[in-house]
T-cell receptor, first 114, second 116 residues
Framework: AQSVSQHNHHVILSEAASLELGCNYS??????LFWYVQYPGQHLQLLLK??????LVKGIKGFEAEFIKSKFSFNLRKPSVQWSDTAEYFCAVNARAAGNKLTFGGGTRVLVKP | GAVVSQHPSRVICKSGTSVKIECRSL??????MFWYRQFPKQSLMLMATSNEGSKATYEQGVEKDKFLINHASLTLSTLTVTSAHPEDSSFYIC????????????FGPGTRLTVL
């Protein structure tokens, strides 16, 4: 079975700082990778996803993520955060052999101070 | 992406009662929906996969007799928490998938259940 780990539980940073959230998964087969964001009081929204092709994927709101197969990683980045990026971020993986079932990481709470 | 609604958004009930939560796919037909549970400050855990017209597939450790899932139409799946107890208090979230082996999931706003 696959598992997903997110290294940071909480991140606090100031506006304009750069953000990088780590995500590693354990599964030997082919995977699809996702980052979801949950703003306070709102539902999960898809930030970006990787299925195949260019390992550097760009998502909404200036976010991007890089799939490094050799490291089983899919880290999320944003060069300059805004106060409105305060949210909880979840990395998720689905093993193609398991159909559409998603396994989520533990989440990272990001607080951007104005 | 797909639009998913859940009803109710919040429910408070007494221990021993049953609660039904609805999940609707508003803008496309969903043959598959997923039900998750999220404890405070924790991640989402998949409870079951709901398949239209057939029985749901439950994850290991989830009691199928306690969490009844019905997916009678392509736009509606329901989760009924039977004989609820305080430990069932949680945030329940459903999602639909855009289909295919690599379908993206779109999530509903969740239902917060509090069992007194």
């Amino acid at each position: 079975a696959q598992s997903v780990s997110q290294h940071n539980h909480h991140v606090i940073l100031s506006e304009a700082a750069s953000l990088e959230l780590g995500c590693n998964y354990s599964y030997g087969g082919t995977v699809n990778l996702f980052w979801y964001v949950q703003y306070p009081g709102q539902h999960l929204q898809l930030l970006l996803k990787y299925f195949s092709g260019d390992p550097l994927v760009k998502g909404i709101k200036g976010f991007e993520a890089e799939f490094i197969k050799s490291k089983f990683s899919f880290n999320l980045r944003k060069p300059s955060v805004q106060w409105s990026d305060t949210a909880e971020y979840f990395c998720a993986v689905n093993a193609r052999a398991a159909g559409n079932k998603l396994t989520f990481g533990g989440g990272t709470r990001v607080l951007v101070k104005p | 992406g797909a639009v998913v609604s859940q009803h109710p958004s919040r429910v408070i009930c007494k221990s021993g009662t049953s609660v039904k939560i609805e999940c609707r796919s508003l803008d496309f037909q969903a043959t598959t929906m997923f039900w998750y549970r999220q404890f405070p400050k924790q991640s989402l855990m998949l409870m079951a996969t709901s398949n239209e017209g057939s029985k749901a597939t439950y994850e290991q450790g989830v009691e199928k007799d306690k969490f009844l899932i019905n997916h009678a139409s392509l736009t509606l799946s329901t989760l009924t928490v039977t004989s609820a107890h305080p430990e069932d208090s949680s945030f329940y979230i459903c999602s639909t998938t855009s289909g295919g082996a690599s379908g993206t999931q779109y999530f509903g706003p969740g239902t917060r259940l509090t069992v007194l």
